[in-house]
């Protein structure tokens, strides 16, 4: 079956400091993929669509400058969360689409997610 | 969207059928139903989909009323590994092949020995 890959699976940064995610599809090429942020106890909350080759388009709220996000590749994405506080201390995942999904009915596929700590 | 409700919790007994509702009344005539699961600190992990007709995989059934407007998903011999967070999405339509999955706050599925 499709596999997505994140890596790292857990980080601990200092604030200020910037954080890479990496979002692979290892078996399949990933034309679209998704980033979500998921707190303790709460549901996941879309950040962003990012589309091979384009500018990822942004969900309302969630600042673009300070989540980065590259899709510069079929097989990955990165989301790069810069001068990190905090309060960005979360439980990051990614999701792809295939290129061969042509139906929207296509399920998702996940990451297995990153924890960020920010000290 | 349409929207899902979901109770926030469930208890099953281990090797005894769970059985997960959902209510989508708002639910549109073209619009898919999603389960996902989601294990502790793990992303989430695609179940079943189905449009209007019941549908069974090797994780589960899916049964979906005839006005689906309410959709019911069936472990059939649950295990404590089926303890989980369990979403129902209907999925949002977008322009062009993109779309994005909008979780709720699913149910908590608790197998108990």
Known sequence: ????????SWVICKSGTSVKIECRSLDFQATTMFWYRQFP???LMLMATSNEGSKATYEQGVEKDKFLINHASLTLSTLTVTSAHPEDSSFYICSARGRDSSSYNSPLHFGNGTRLTVT | DAKTTQPPSMDCAEGRAANLPCNHSTISGNEYVYWYRQIHSQGPQYIIHGLKN???NEMASLIITEDRKSSTLILPHATLRDTAVYYCIVRAREGGSNYKLTFGKGTLLTVNP
Do not use: L, R, Y
């Open chain 1, 41 to 43: 106890k709460q549901s």
């Open chain 1, 1 to 8: 079956g499709a596999v997505v890959s994140q890596h790292p």
């Open chain 2, 54 to 56: 019941n549908e069974t």
